[in-house]
């Protein structure tokens, strides 16, 4: 269920595609396959993106582009502790990192199950 309207109604939209592609992704390119710049939220993919949004999204954008935006999101963050990789007085290091200090996206899916 997207409950996004028909696509004739999103087809007056200058853009989309890449408009959707900013709000997810936080960059954007001037130029098709050039630099990206950051342009909202430091960079950062919108992960916890709702799951109504994400189909909205992905109806309004078709589901081929909306998979490239996907995969653009994809990837590991955390924190990085000190290079030696001894670890700290609770056992973190960048071999053993805190879970709840890292995280990964590997694309939307039912619920959240797809991010960490």
């Not at 592609?21 to 909202?40: D, N, P």
């Not at 709702?50 to 590991?76: C, N, Q, W, Y």
């Not at 924190?79 to 670890?87: G, H």
Request: net charge neutral; glycine share 12%; hydrophobic share 30%.
């Amino acid at each position: 269920m997207h409950n996004g309207g028909d696509h004739a109604e999103w087809d007056r939209i200058p853009l989309l595609a890449m408009k959707v592609r900013a709000l997810l992704t936080g960059r954007l390119s001037h130029i098709k396959h050039g630099e990206q710049k950051v342009v909202m939220a430091r960079g950062e993919s919108w992960t916890t993106c709702p799951d109504e949004i994400v189909e909205r999204f992905r109806f309004a954008t078709g589901s081929e582009e909306f998979s490239k935006i996907e995969l653009d999101m994809r990837g590991t963050w955390g924190w990085v502790y000190r290079e030696s990789d001894i670890p700290n007085r609770h056992s973190h290091c960048n071999s053993n990192p805190n879970p709840a200090l890292c995280g990964s996206f590997e694309g939307f899916g039912k619920g959240h199950g797809n991010r960490s």
